[in-house]
């Protein structure tokens, strides 16, 4: 039981760690990208959002529970690095 608790830990710390690295270094890379400079970030949003829908119409399987929750806190940890930069831009 124990060591459930701390798999769920470790995939909740890395997958928040993940998503926010992915996004800080994503998002500059858009940013050079002419066509993508200000549509690119919708886009990367868009595409995780996407992947909630799907991941929501499949089997609701026990053993890829952890790899749900490692996909979820990847994507919520992207989206505060993507809100976190359009605040830092606005300012």
Not at 9 to 14: C, D
Not at 17 to 45: C, E, H, K, Y
Not at 59 to 83: M, P, T
Request: net charge positive; with cysteine; glycine share 10%.
């Amino acid at each position: 039981m124990l060591q459930a608790s701390w798999r769920r830990r470790v995939v909740l710390i890395l997958g928040l760690t993940g998503g926010f690295f992915i996004g800080q270094v994503g998002i500059p890379f858009l940013s050079r990208l002419p066509p993508l400079s200000d549509f690119g970030a919708l886009v990367v949003l868009v595409a995780c959002e996407i992947l909630v829908r799907l991941r929501s119409l499949g089997a609701n399987a026990a053993n890829l529970f952890l790899l749900r929750q490692a996909l979820d806190n990847i994507r919520v940890g992207f989206v505060f690095s993507v809100v976190l930069e359009a605040f830092k831009l606005g300012s």
